[in-house]
Each structure stands twice: as structure tokens, then as C-alpha cells.
């Protein structure tokens, strides 16, 4: 099993940036693919990003340019960066992992873009 914890949100003006950030309880080396997702209220989840071990980064099309997925080896952690912030990406942001073919899901941190 792996526990995932995550922080990093809060409350943001828009064009303004976060840095979300994915603790799991497991060596980041042994996970396989992890990524970011994100709920906005009344709608189903949504893939924002993903990174594999590899180092290969994938961005969903409203994202790319804007935000950055980073894993972090010496951390042992996984993080989203997030610039020029816009008022509809208000979220609950997940993390997610694959570990040993089973997904695993953070709690979500809440990111409220707003002036």
C-alpha cells in the first residue's frame, strides 16, 4: 500500500501561481507513474498531468505551458506547479500513483483562484 499525503493549496488571485506538493509513504523510486488530477465542484475528476518513472511528462491541453509536474528523488516527493492561475481551475487537486499496478489516491488539497 502507499499513503499519499498532499499540501500545498490555498487560496490564490488569479494569474497568480501555487506549488501543490505529494508526499508518499513509499520510495518515490519504486512508483511507477504519478500524476495530478482535479475536481471542480459539481463536476467528475479530470487528469491535469503525469510524469512516469522514466521522467516522461504529459499535460492535459488546458495546462500545457502553465503548469509543470515535477518528482523529486531527493524530496521523495511529487510536485505540480501552477502559474498564471484562472478562476475556473478552482479545485480539489488529487495525487494519484500506480504502485505495483494499483492506484493509489491522495486526500486532495483545495485551490481556490479568486480576487
Known amino acids: 500500500q502507499v499513503q499519499l499525503v498532499e499540501s500545498g493549496g490555498g487560496l490564490v488571485q488569479p494569474g497568480g501561481s501555487l506549488r501543490l506538493s505529494c508526499a508518499p509513504s513509499?520510495?518515490?523510486?519504486?512508483?511507477?507513474?504519478m500524476g495530478w488530477y482535479r475536481q471542480r465542484p459539481g463536476e467528475q475528476r479530470e487528469w491535469v498531468a503525469s510524469?512516469?518513472?522514466?521522467?516522461?511528462?504529459h499535460y492535459a491541453d488546458s495546462v500545457k505551458g502553465r503548469f509543470t509536474i515535477r518528482r523529486d528523488n531527493a524530496d521523495n516527493r511529487l510536485y505540480l506547479h501552477m502559474n498564471s492561475l484562472e478562476p475556473e481551475e478552482t479545485a480539489v487537486y488529487y495525487c494519484?500513483?500506480?504502485?505495483?499496478?494499483?492506484?493509489?489516491w491522495g486526500q486532495g488539497t483545495q485551490v481556490t483562484v479568486s480576487s
Open positions: 494519484k500513483v500506480n504502485y505495483r499496478n494499483r492506484d493509489y
Open positions: 513509499r520510495d518515490i523510486g519504486s512508483i511507477r507513474g
Open positions: 510524469v512516469v518513472s522514466g521522467g516522461a511528462t
